[in-house]
């Protein structure tokens, strides 16, 4: 205990009180003797930098037991399943530093549900750079993650019934499974029709166009 503490800047009756408060795990025990490891002292070294980012002890707490509730990494990532998007590994500091005062219990209970984020040790896995990016810089604007984690369970409804719609007018039409350009298709059909239905939108909002009427 004296050697982890050491190494972790911190007094031995501090990391006695983190092991109290169940912030970090017991030790590997050989008879009388206590093994901490480098997981100790990551776990550590996360409490220094989230206590740094304004979180209390208890959120960190709340924190520690909703993530390591949370899917493993193979759950998500280890599906051999076809993907073009890049996972980002992150520390919880790092996930932080993204949302700013976002990262609550509730939130990151909701993000290991979709699946956006996963466990693997004492790292976090984003299973999508482009949607950590977006994410982020939507809660930059003013939007709350809650809100953004919400939008994005609709938005995978949506986007599964087109994956749906796509593939199956492919398998009634091709021998293929995933014809090569089903991707880069399914995209340009989605962004185009996508763009269009928010200029429409946007001309209701500014008055440019009046609401359509339902027929009677």
Same mark, same amino acid.
Do not use: C
């Given at each position: ?42 776990? #550590?070294?996360?409490? /220094?930098? %989230?206590?740094?980012? +304004?979180?209390? !002890? ?6 520690? $037991? ?65 949607? #950590?990016?977006?994410? /982020?810089? %939507?809660?930059?604007? +003013?939007?709350? !993650? ?6 994005? $369970? ?63």
């Amino acid at each position: 205990m004296e050697e982890l503490a050491k190494e972790a800047g911190i007094p031995v009756r501090t990391l006695r009180f983190y092991r109290e408060r169940g912030l970090i795990a017991p030790p590997r025990r050989e008879g009388r003797i206590a093994w901490y490891d480098d997981h100790h002292l990551a776990r #550590l070294r996360t409490i /220094a930098g %989230l206590l740094e980012r +304004g979180h209390t !002890l208890t959120g960190i707490a709340d924190l520690a $037991r909703t993530f390591e509730s949370g899917r493993d990494v193979a759950e998500v990532l280890g599906l051999g399943e076809p993907t073009e998007e890049v996972p980002v590994r992150l520390t919880p500091e790092q996930l932080a530093d993204y949302f700013e005062g976002e990262v609550t219990p509730e939130n990151l209970a909701a993000a290991l549900d979709l699946g956006y984020l996963a466990t693997d040790g004492d790292e976090i896995v984003h299973i999508s750079r482009r949607l #950590l990016e977006v994410s /982020a810089e %939507l809660v930059r604007e +003013g939007v709350p !993650l809650s809100t953004v984690l919400s939008a994005g $369970r609709r938005v995978r409804e949506h986007a599964d019934a087109l994956a749906d719609l796509f593939v199956g007018i492919l398998q009634a039409h091709t021998a293929q499974t995933e014809p090569a350009g089903l991707r880069p298709l399914a995209r340009a059909v989605v962004d185009a029709e996508l763009s269009m239905a928010l200029d429409r939108r946007l001309r209701r909002d500014d008055g440019t166009q009046p609401p359509r009427t339902p027929a009677a």
